[in-house]
């Protein structure tokens, strides 16, 4: 097979060659898009202007918020794009940027989750703690780290994927998906990057058992409490992130633990979907519906059409 080390693009996997069907994917992907843009642009608005939302928990989730932001716009506007315009291809350097911030925002945002966690910790089991321990100073500080942490993890994952020679530009899914591009090597340099994308799944599961025995604690907390009213407002700050994490860490194991052999272009493009695009999605309609705190700052804004008193973070 000729080296295309030097091409200039890459053609994507065609959702469909059927132009009504490639329309009807372009309004699907618009209503995604503006759907997730409107929750998530509403959930930083409500916390950056309503002091009530001011503590460590919605600052993280402000930044949760602007993750997910991220990795919708870094997958949808193109699939758009192509879908309308009738075409595969997208630049190389499109697809780099493709895969540099898919892993920034992916990685930054198992990190903001693990963070959310131990904040969740602090808060229950030791309260008196709380303030020394979840300053303003050291929230910045883990939000920096993770900001940085995620820059470094992309940057490695890019160099590394477009390090190796390619004898194929066609990538089989509907963006730049790392495992799909691997399969386009025509040397042993791609062992480098399976070897991270195994290092980052060792990685994602220390953070999943990180969190299921910060939940272990809490909730052994919780069972000690004596006050009925205490434990349910602890536990309505502490579903909405369990929901989120199930949902992300079930639709990536889904997606890249299922058997690798004779798996079909559709269930491919399913399956991105299902990890890529979905928790996004779903993230600030999670923290919404059983946020009564989040729910009455949207109410302000709504029907008062301002907050009363606004300040800082």
Same mark, same amino acid.
């Given at each position: 097979?000729?080296?295309?080390?030097?091409?200039?693009?890459?053609?994507?996997?065609?959702?469909?060659?059927?132009?009504?069907?490639?329309?009807?994917?372009?309004?699907?992907?618009?209503?995604?898009?503006?759907?997730?843009?409107?929750?998530?642009?509403?959930?930083?608005?409500?916390?950056?202007?309503?002091?009530?939302?001011?503590?460590?928990?919605?600052?993280?989730?402000?930044?949760?918020?602007?993750?997910?932001?991220?990795?919708?716009?870094?997958?949808?506007?193109?699939?758009?794009?192509?879908?309308?315009?009738?075409?595969?291809?997208?630049?190389?350097?499109?697809?780099?940027?493709?895969?540099?911030?898919?892993?920034?925002?992916?990685?930054?945002?198992?990190?903001?989750?693990?963070?959310?966690?131990?904040?969740?910790?602090?808060?229950?089991?030791?309260?008196?703690?709380?303030?020394?321990?979840?300053?303003?100073?050291?929230?910045?500080?883990?939000?920096?780290?993770?900001?940085?942490?995620? !820059?470094?993890?992309?940057? @490695?994952?890019? #160099?590394? *994927? +477009? $390090?190796?020679?390619?004898?194929?530009?066609? &990538?089989?899914?509907?963006?730049?998906?790392?495992?799909?591009?691997?399969?386009?090597?025509?040397?042993?340099?791609?062992?480098?990057?399976?070897?991270?994308?195994?290092?980052?799944?060792?990685?994602?599961?220390?953070?999943?058992?990180?969190?299921?025995?910060?939940?272990?604690?809490?909730?052994?907390?919780?069972?000690?409490?004596?006050?009925?009213?205490?434990?349910?407002?602890?536990?309505?700050?502490?579903?909405?992130?369990? !929901?989120?994490?199930?949902? @992300?860490?079930? #639709?990536? *194991? +889904? $997606?890249?633990?299922?058997?690798?052999?004779? &798996?079909?272009?559709?269930?491919?493009?399913?399956?991105?979907?299902?990890?890529?695009?979905?928790?996004?999605?779903?993230?600030?309609?999670?923290?919404?519906?059983?946020?009564?705190?989040?729910?009455?700052?949207?109410?302000?804004?709504?029907?008062?059409?301002?907050?009363?008193?606004?300040?800082?973070?």
């Amino acid at each position: 097979m000729p080296n295309l080390t030097s091409t200039l693009e890459f053609l994507l996997l065609e959702l469909s060659d059927i132009r009504k069907l490639q329309l009807l994917f372009f309004f699907v992907f618009l209503v995604v898009l503006v759907t997730a843009v409107t929750g998530n642009l509403l959930i930083i608005v409500v916390v950056m202007f309503d002091h009530h939302l001011h503590t460590p928990m919605y600052f993280f989730l402000m930044n949760l918020a602007v993750l997910d932001l991220g990795i919708i716009f870094v997958m949808v506007p193109k699939a758009m794009a192509n879908s309308l315009l009738n075409t595969q291809s997208i630049s190389y350097s499109g697809c780099v940027a493709q895969v540099f911030f898919y892993f920034y925002f992916g990685g930054s945002e198992f990190a903001i989750l693990t963070i959310m966690a131990h904040d969740r910790y602090v808060a229950i089991c030791s309260p008196l703690q709380y303030e020394s321990i979840m300053h303003r100073g050291a929230c910045i500080q883990m939000t920096a780290s993770v900001w940085f942490v995620g !820059t470094l993890y992309a940057t @490695l994952h890019t #160099t590394c *994927t +477009f $390090a190796i020679t390619f004898c194929s530009n066609r &990538i089989d899914q509907f963006f730049c998906e790392v495992p799909q591009i691997l399969k386009l090597s025509c040397s042993d340099l791609y062992l480098i990057e399976v070897g991270l994308l195994i290092l980052t799944i060792v990685i994602c599961g220390g953070c999943l058992i990180f969190i299921i025995i910060t939940y272990m604690h809490i909730f052994a907390t919780l069972l000690r409490m004596p006050s009925v009213r205490g434990r349910k407002k602890a536990l309505s700050t502490c579903i909405p992130h369990l !929901t989120v994490v199930s949902l @992300l860490f079930c #639709t990536g *194991t +889904f $997606a890249y633990l299922r058997p690798p052999a004779n &798996i079909s272009s559709d269930l491919n493009i399913l399956f991105a979907i299902m990890y890529a695009i979905v928790p996004p999605l779903l993230n600030p309609f999670i923290y919404s519906i059983r946020n009564k705190d989040i729910k009455t700052a949207l109410l302000k804004l709504f029907v008062l059409g301002h907050f009363p008193q606004i300040s800082s973070i």
